[in-house]
C-alpha cells in the first residue's frame, strides 16, 4: 500500500541552527512533492512545490530536495527563528486527473531562542 | 475573498443529530477539496470538487457523508446521525486547476457529545 511517513520525532533546535526534515514515500510515482506549515488551530499554508525532474528549489531560508531514486524529500530551514516553531506537513501528488494530494502526519519543529 | 472561509469555526452536536459546514473558496479556484484531520493524526482525504462535479469520492468515510457544490463556489459537507468518531477538524481548501499549492480555510472543529 502507499506510504508517507515523515521524521516521527518532533525536532527541538536552537536558534539559527538548521532543521532538516524527512518524508520518505513508498508505492507512489509522485509527479510533484509539496510541503505546507500548520500553527495550532489553523490549516496547513503552503509552502514550496517541487516537480520530479527538479533536484532542488529554494525560497528564502527554505530548501527543498527530491530524490525520486531515494523515494525521498528533505525540506531544510536555514537560520532558523523561534516563528518558524510549527508543525511541517509533506504532500504528494499523484500524476493523475484528480490532483488530489495525500499527506504525510507532519513533524513538529520547535526553534528555541 | 481573500482566502478560503469555513463556517462554522466549531460545532457541538448530540450524537444523532445531522450536521452541515460550509466552504467558500477562493474566487476563481474551480478545484475544492475537504480533508479531515484527528487530534495529532494527518489529513485524511474526504472528498475533491472540480467545478460542481465530485470525480473522486473515494475518501468518504460512510454514506453518513455527502457533499455537494453549487457552480463554482460554496461547497456543503453533511454528516448525518452524526458519531462520536466523527469528531474532528474538517478542512476544506481550493487550487487553480493543475498542480498548484492549496489554500486551505481553517478549518470546523466538530465535537459530537
Known amino acids: 500500500s502507499q506510504k508517507i511517513e515523515q521524521n516521527s520525532e518532533a525536532l527541538n533546535i536552537q536558534e539559527g541552527k538548521t532543521a532538516t526534515l524527512t518524508c520518505n514515500y513508498t508505492n507512489y510515482s509522485p509527479a510533484y512533492l509539496q510541503w505546507y506549515r500548520q500553527d495550532p488551530g489553523r490549516g496547513p499554508v503552503f509552502l514550496l512545490l517541487i516537480r520530479e525532474n527538479e533536484k532542488e528549489k529554494r525560497k528564502e531560508r527554505l530548501k527543498v530536495t527530491f530524490d525520486t531514486t531515494l523515494k525521498q524529500s528533505l525540506f531544510h530551514i536555514t537560520a532558523s527563528q523561534p516563528a518558524d516553531s510549527a508543525t511541517y506537513l509533506c504532500a504528494l501528488d499523484i500524476l493523475s486527473n484528480d490532483y488530489k494530494l495525500s499527506f504525510g502526519a507532519g513533524t513538529t519543529v520547535t526553534v528555541r531562542a | 475573498g481573500a482566502g478560503v472561509s469555513q463556517s462554522p469555526s466549531n460545532k457541538v452536536t448530540e450524537k444523532g443529530k445531522d450536521v452541515e459546514l460550509r466552504c467558500d473558496p477562493i474566487s476563481g479556484h474551480t478545484a475544492l477539496y475537504w480533508y479531515r484531520q484527528s487530534l495529532g493524526q494527518g489529513l485524511e482525504f474526504l472528498i475533491y470538487?472540480?467545478?460542481?462535479?465530485?470525480?473522486?469520492k473515494s475518501g468518504l468515510p460512510s454514506d453518513r457523508f455527502s457533499a455537494e457544490r453549487t457552480g463554482e463556489s460554496v461547497s456543503t459537507l453533511t454528516i448525518q446521525r452524526t458519531q462520536q468518531e466523527d469528531s474532528a477538524v474538517y478542512l476544506c481548501?481550493?487550487?487553480?486547476?493543475?498542480?498548484?499549492?492549496?489554500?486551505f480555510g481553517s478549518g470546523t472543529r466538530l465535537t459530537v457529545v
Open positions: 470538487f472540480q467545478g460542481n462535479s465530485a470525480p473522486d
Open positions: 481548501a481550493s487550487s487553480y486547476p493543475g498542480r498548484f499549492g492549496y489554500t
